[in-house]
């Protein structure tokens, strides 16, 4: 179900700030419009909920973020929103979903891998979040690559209305690069579009494979720790290239077979 929006955050019409048409800009657009499309692809978004944002390249004061009643599916580069963390919007057409203005602007402001901000209700991800307990098993090799880098939300508080319960995100978060939010979903932060985007597609397929294993209803078959920690850290040494690499396979699926996300 879609979130009520804030009477504080203002409808705007198109609007155009030549500032904030940088080639790193335009750039910038496209990584996060093609995150939207393949994330739609995947089933990662949830109608018109969720919310994928990220910070403008030379003004870490705004984030690019999606518009309010748009399914992932139909997100374009041009139609994504500049907002300033008041809620403003300085570029773009609608205004963004008040929960995503509240949750993904105090993190930008709070966190400081926040550079890019993914919050889905991906159901595998999401169904570990609705159990008691640690939310992965570190049982698998994928999970692997989460190892050390989770927090856990006990606490849920209903719809993020306000800068308050953003704050308390932000906080239950720390440095961590996931969070599970009890009874809700998850967020990805990382420094760079690419890392955000990879770690999320992981997430959810480490979650998926936790779930299924699961579902034998025989015991799983945790790594010992010290091994675990030994893969994360094989892991991090190409990570950053991986994602790059990941991302550009992805646009250069949908510029063969939804070219207009470049619109």
Sequence with gaps: MAHALSPALPAAGLLRNSALDSPEIRQA????????????RLGLQEGI??????????????????????AFGEITASRLLICDFEGQVLAGEGMPEATAFFIHARLHMRHPRAVA???THMPNATALSMLE???????GQTALKFYGR????????GLALDTDEG???????????????KNHGVMVVGPSIAEAWDDLYYLER?????????ATGRPLKPVPPEVARRTYEQMRAGDAESARLHLESVKR??????????D
């Design 29 to 40: 657009r496209v990584d996060l419009a093609a995150c939207f499309r393949m994330a739609a």
């Design 167 to 181: 704050d308390r995100i932000a906080a239950a978060m720390g440095d961590a690069d996931i969070g599970f939010l």
């Design 206 to 214: 480490a979650a998926e494979v936790q779930r299924l294993a699961l």
């Design 117 to 119: 901000a993914f919050h």
């Design 133 to 139: 307990g640690p939310p992965l098993v570190w049982a």
């Design 253 to 262: 699926i949908l510029a063969r077979e939804e070219p207009d996300y470049l």
């Design 150 to 157: 989770t927090a856990v939300d006990e606490d849920y508080n």
């Design 49 to 70: 909920c969720n919310h994928l944002s990220v910070l403008v390249p030379g003004r870490p004061d705004l984030m690019l973020v999606n518009p309010y009643g748009w």
